[in-house]
């Protein structure tokens, strides 16, 4: 962590030119700045002078500067010169998962969607049991995943984020996040856990397999919600009806739709205790990506793709067994199952 004065951000960012504006919140905007040794940066400057913004700063100072992680956005300092600090992060070059998801035509290959997948999920996985503190994100989305010019996934903002003590299973807090990826029991009992980051997690899976907004709105089901559309479809059946054109027209792709969307259904349950933990999804997900990758040996069956993610958890011992039935077993029960 390094303190930056007004001045060098200033001139990294030609005294705030709207030109080099990378983004804009409700809150305020991320410059690109050039610093005085040539380093790229991204500058987040608050527009809004309240006590509420500055614990917000502040509160992704104290987190990010605790966590070290490939998959995480790095700070690399503040600036503390003005009324709310200026943060200065690592710059990633190509945007986020929403803008190229929902971009017409869209860029993204399922490749491309499957590896953002288990990086995103390997972060998160990192921050809730493999950090020097425990962390819940609070408002996982795909606006929140910047990726690089090689899609790498950089999960980001832990400005409402919470730190909780390792052995602690959650905590009784305000209601914050962003509507569409919210946790519905989160939401009507104020109780976050590592649960509510699943459920929106699932909410992200689901938005990759489908290009469809979480607050789209669906004419023709009652329900609307991209959620409660994307669950009545895999309960029906349905699943290659919903999943994004660009996706399914390569049959061979076929197993990994499926267990992917069994993966994202097992993370939406209603209730947080059915729901799998982000060490599962990170372990399911990596699966499939290095299976993806074997383009010598693929998995050409539902069959063969679900054994396969039994002996890798099995070898990991990452899977409790508290739940009525186990997270591998129901992925073996469903992906044996045409969707």
Known sequence: MRIFTYDELEKATNMFDNSLILGRGGHGEVYKGIMSDQRVVAIKRSKIVDQAEIEQFI???IILSQVIHRNI????GCCLETEVPLLVYEFISNGTLFNHLHAEPCSLTWKHRLRIAFEAARAVAYLHSSASISVLHRDLKSANILVDDYFTAKVSDFGISRSVEIDQTGITT???GTF???????FHTG??????DVYSFGVILAELLTKEKPNSYFTSFEGGSLVAYFIYAMR???LFEILDRQIVMNEEQSTELVAVANLAELCLRMKGEERPTMKEVETQLEVLWRSNQQDEHPCTSS????????LHLDSTSRIGTTRQYSFEQELLNSSGFPR
């Open 236 to 238: 029906e059946n349905r």
């Open 59 to 61: 509160n992704e100072v």
């Open 174 to 176: 305000i209601i914050q």
């Open 303 to 310: 069959e063969s793709l679900a054994e396969m993610q039994l």
């Open 180 to 186: 569409g990826y919210l946790d519905p029991e989160y």
């Open 73 to 76: 956005v790095k700070l690399y």
């Open 191 to 196: 109780r976050l856990t590592p649960k509510s």
